[in-house]
Each structure stands twice: as C-alpha cells, then as structure tokens.
C-alpha cells in the first residue's frame, strides 16, 4: 500500500466514470473500508467519518448486529420484485413510528421518493403546480433541479435550473420561495395558492433550522389553500428524533419521503402519508384515471428491509437520541471555542444531529445567507480538517452515535488546527 494508490485508481476511474468519479464526493478519495466511526482510505490513511456514506451509517460502519441480519437473508435470497415479508414489517414500524404514515410506498432512492411525492400530490389535487424553497434538496427530478444551489439569483418565485436537459416548460411548473420567509410564502399563496399541488420542504432545509414556528404556519397555509404538505425527510427521518422532523418539531406533513437510514446502508427510500393520498397508488381504490403507475425493480428488496429493521431496532434503545445530540452538542461546542479563541467570525447551523460551520457575521435564515458565507474560508476549514484525518462533506457534520474520546480528540485537534489556518490567512 503506498500514497500512489489513489493515483492509480483516478487513473483508471478517470477513463471510465466522467469527472472520475460517482458524481457524488471528492473524486481523488477512495474509501477502502470502513468500522466504526473510522473510515480507511486506499492509500491505507485512517479518517473520522463525519461523512457517514451521507447520512445512512448512523450506527457507524458494520455495526455487528446490522451484519448478523444481512448474512441471516442473504443465503435465503437478494432480490424477488414480490412482497417479501421483510418489507412488510419495515412499513409497519414507519407507520408506527412516523406521524404522517398510514402507509408506505418503498423505492430504491431518496431522489425517486421525492419525484413521486411530488406526482403523488399531483394526483391527488387535480392540480400541476409545485413550491419549494430555494436550495432546498429533493433529489435529482427537473422540478427538484430548479433553485436547488443557484449560482444566479433570480427574483422570487421564479425558478432557475441548475443543471443542463431540463425542459424549459419546468420553470411554470415550480416557484420557489425563500425559506423562513412567511410573510413572502403567505403573499404569494393569496395570489396562487389554489393552483398548487405541493409545497414541499426540508423541515431542516440541509442544515439551515426554521424560524420558531415556521413549519407550522406553513401548514396552516397549506390547509387553508388545500395544498399538501411534503416533508423531504430523508435526511431527517430518524435522524432528528425516531420519528424524525415531523416528531421534533411537532408538525405532520400529508405526505413525507424516507431514505438513507430506513435503508441501513443499502438502496431503499420510501413515501409514506395519509391513506386517501396514498390510495392514488393503487388502481383498485381510485380507478385508472387517477391512478398513478409506479414500479421498481428493486423496491422493498429484502435484503436491505432487513439491514432497515435492525437498525431501526437499536435506534429504539434507550438514551440513543440523548447520545447522539450530545456528539453533536460536543463537536458544535469544540468549533465555537476553537474559532472564537482564534477570532474567526462563524455561526454555527443547524441541529446537534446535523450542522456546520458557516464563516459569516450575520445569522443564517436561508440559502443566500449560507451562499454569503466566505467560500474561502469553509474550503480552508475543510481542508486542514481532512489532513487532520477527518472526513465530513464540504458542507455537513453528520455525528454518529459510535465515536469514541479518542474520535473527539482528534476532532478537537483538527478543529483547532483549522482555525488557526483560518486566522493566520485573514
Ligand atoms: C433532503 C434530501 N432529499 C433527497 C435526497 C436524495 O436522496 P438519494 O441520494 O437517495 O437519491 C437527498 C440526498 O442526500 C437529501 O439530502
């Protein structure tokens, strides 16, 4: 194993994947392997994961029960596309477990969730039109696509496209509003609120909170202007709270998508929501014309139900939410000493299951705001942070709950040591 070993895979990645890479993460890092807390790249360099494969390994990497219950399916079977007894147990503990869910439609992807959701509400109100918030993430569909990171800032509600081959019939389909912004979303309903299917929202907007009482009043808005409410929760759900933004905050959308950690670390999201909207997934309840048609391959796949069940199992234990904020409460408090003692002006965002750092001196209520943020300064603090051997998305903490003091020490370390990089460049 030697330092060139990453070279040698961008190489050959680069010849066969554009940009070299899965189009998801730092192409130049390959990630050998990973247990507990600690990830191991191919060049045999040990990190932290505050990456956590972006959010699902909550429970850390190879948790040894999450293994028992993928090798106790795995012989009997990896894929059926019938019902699988699995699957079934896994929409009864989201129904449980999840205010919104009567039932539960599973697919393979956050992002395929989030484009149902939206057709979903489609067809249930008859109506064609979407709001969501400007960079708020709900996958990869053309509505989703519109304001989701726009470099150019257009004036509110008008949507811009942040990717290439989106129709341009998508702009009259989507508006997008400013997040934590009632006064405009209450505007702008009484002039369009009866043209529009869905809003839809991250209840934690990547890591941005909502004002006290946001949420709520939106769905007071959604319930006077007979708008259904989605909550994209895939970050969210069982992350924030077992029963995810809906249970910490209080709020139950009509409509809610699930990913990552429904999954434990294999491909499976789903939508869950009031059965009269559900129903628009089965022919039989609405009849052909309001029915909307949805396959997948690999949706309910048994194997991932069971890896989902275990982890929502030990997500059930006792102290596990308390464990996780105070990791959260830790590092958020590591990087308010360590910047303030070095001078740096930052804010720290988001919840203690979810943040990070943001170089500014006002406070955060939206995307522009983060967008104000010294770019420079994020892309030194990530990188001292990743040559102190710690891992974590350019713009997200994700704490889990297996790290260890001596994960804490060398968080401390980098985190210190990033600071003062960012001082000393000033
Ligand atoms: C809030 C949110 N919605 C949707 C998605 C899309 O999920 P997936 O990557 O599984 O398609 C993501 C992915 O990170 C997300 O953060």
């Keep these: 194993m030697t330092a060139t070993t990453s070279i040698h895979w961008s190489d050959r990645a680069r010849a066969v994947l554009p940009g070299g890479g899965f189009g998801n993460f730092d192409p130049g890092v390959f990630i050998r392997e990973g247990r507990g807390s600690r990830v191991w790249d191919e060049d045999g360099r040990e990190y932290v994961d505050y990456l956590i494969g972006s959010g699902p390994m909550l429970l850390g990497h190879g948790h040894p029960e999450v293994l028992d219950a993928i090798v106790a399916q795995l012989p009997r079977g990896q894929t059926f596309f019938a019902n699988n007894v699995l699957g079934v147990e ?9 205010e919104c869910a009567e039932q539960v439609r599973f697919l393979t992807s956050g992002g395929e969730a989030d484009m149902y959701a939206i ?9 064609d039109k979407i709001l969501k918030f400007e960079g708020g993430y709900h996958g990869m569909s053309a509505e989703a696509q519109m304001s989701l990171a726009p ?7 008008t949507a811009v496209p942040d990717s290439a081959g989106i129709p341009e019939s998508t702009r009259s389909e989507v508006f997008v509003a400013p997040y934590n912004d009632l006064a405009f979303l209450s505007g702008f309903l009484d002039e369009h609120g009866s043209g529009i299917a869905a809003i839809v929202v991250e209840p934690l907007q990547r890591i941005i909170p909502q004002e006290p009482g946001f949420l709520h009043a939106v769905r007071m808005l959604c319930d006077r202007f007979g708008i259904l409410l989605v909550f994209d929760e895939i ?16 709020v139950t959308p009509d409509i809610c998508t699930l990913g990552k950690i429904i999954g434990g670390g294999f491909p499976l ?9 559900m129903d628009h997934f089965d022919k039989g ?19 991932a139900a069971a890896a989902g069940l275990k982890t929502m199992e030990i997500l059930r234990r006792q102290g596990t939410y308390e464990t996780l904020k105070r990791h959260g409460t830790r590092i958020q408090g590591m990087l308010r000493d360590h910047l303030n003692a070095a001078g740096v002006a930052h804010e720290i965002v988001g919840h203690p299951a979810l943040f990070d750092v943001v170089f500014t001196e006002t406070k955060v209520r939206n995307y522009r705001d983060v967008l104000a943020g010294d770019a420079r300064k994020s892309a030194t603090f990530n990188k001292v942070m990743r040559n102190e051997g710690i891992l974590k998305s350019p713009s997200k903490f994700y704490p889990s709950l297996v790290l260890t003091e001596d994960d804490f020490e060398r968080t401390e370390h980098a985190i210190r040591s990033a600071a003062r990089a960012i001082a000393s460049s000033n």
């Design 285 to 303: 309840s609405v009849g052909a014309d309001r029915w909307l048609m949805m396959l997948g391959t690999l949706s309910g796949n048994p194997v």
């Design 235 to 250: 970050v969210t759900g069982f992350r924030l709270a077992y029963g995810g933004a809906q249970e910490e905050y209080g």
């Design 269 to 277: 999201a789903a939508v869950a929501g009031r059965r009269p909207v």
């Design 119 to 127: 057709r979903l509400a489609r067809a249930f109100t008859g109506r």
């Design 151 to 157: 470099a150019v800032l257009a004036n509110f509600p």
């Design 90 to 98: 896994l929409a009864e503990e989201i129904c449980r477990s999840v």
